[in-house]
T-cell receptor
Framework: DVKVTQSSRYLVKRTGEKVFLECVQD?????MFWYRQDPGLGLRLIYF???????EKGDIPEGYSVSREKKERFSLILESASTNQTSMYLC??????????????FGQGTRLTVV | DAKTTQPNSMESNEEEPVHLPCNHS???????IHWYRQLPSQGPEYVIH???SNVNNRMASLAIAEDRKSSTLILHRATLRDAAVYYC???????????????FGKGTKLSVKP
């Protein structure tokens, strides 16, 4: 079974801290995604990576950066955490098969609280 | 990006079929129709996807209109565990680097009554 693992289920950080959210997938997927989910706003894409060192901004990249140095790992970085970044963060990955995008697999999420 | 339109919420009775509609009038020829669902306190999970023909799997069926401008996810016998938010998404079929993106809408919240 495909597994997408997020490093923490719950995280509490202080305003101004640099925060790293880690995501690892074990199935050699090319695509990886970071979303945040807030009540009433649904899932919003922060960043997307389609290969090692390749990234694209999603709908709400401001205040975030990402790193993909290895295929299996996609990190989301909050350069200086703020209270409005309190949210549920979800990581996902998907495979390319015969040049076609296939279904995505999601991690369980990290609930981040910035105080 | 091609967009989808879904009802905000729907209700169903347990053990009855559920038809969840999705409109995607701006769909292009290379877009696949994907459905995901999100159970409470969990990440989304893949349900089914298709291009032109109707599709069946162990979870659900997907009926696609002939003009591809709408589709319907069918749960044949709803259970309480099917209560979730269901998302209909268009996804570019042919890989082209940045075309692997995956954008969610607001989805349909399905409630199942015992």
């Amino acid at each position: 079974d495909v597994k997408v693992t997020q490093s923490s289920r719950y995280l509490v950080k202080r305003t101004g801290e640099k925060v790293f959210l880690e995501c690892v997938q074990d199935m050699d997927h090319e695509n990886m995604f970071w979303y945040r989910q807030d009540p009433g706003l649904g899932l919003r894409l922060i960043y997307f990576s389609y290969d090692v060192k390749m990234k694209e901004k999603g709908d709400i990249p401001e205040g975030y950066s990402v790193s993909r140095e290895k295929k299996e790992r996609f990190s989301l970085i909050l350069e200086s955490a703020s209270t409005n970044q309190t949210s549920m963060y979800l990581c996902a990955s998907s495979l390319i098969v015969f040049r076609r995008n296939t279904e995505a697999f999601f991690g369980q999420g990290t609930r981040l609280t910035v105080v | 990006d091609a967009k989808t339109t879904q009802p905000n919420s729907m209700e169903s009775n347990e053990e009855e079929p559920v038809h969840l509609p999705c409109n995607h009038s701006t769909i292009s020829g290379t877009d696949y129709i994907h459905w995901y669902r999100q159970l409470p306190s969990q990440g989304p999970e893949y349900v089914i996807h298709g291009l032109t023909s109707n599709v069946n799997n162990r979870m659900a069926s997907l009926a696609i209109a002939e003009d591809r401008k709408s589709s319907t996810l069918i749960l044949h016998r709803a259970t309480l565990r099917d209560a979730a938010v269901y998302y209909c998404i268009l996804r570019v079929g042919n890989y082209g680097g940045s075309q692997g993106n995956l954008i969610f809408g607001k989805g349909t919240k399905l409630s199942v009554k015992p």
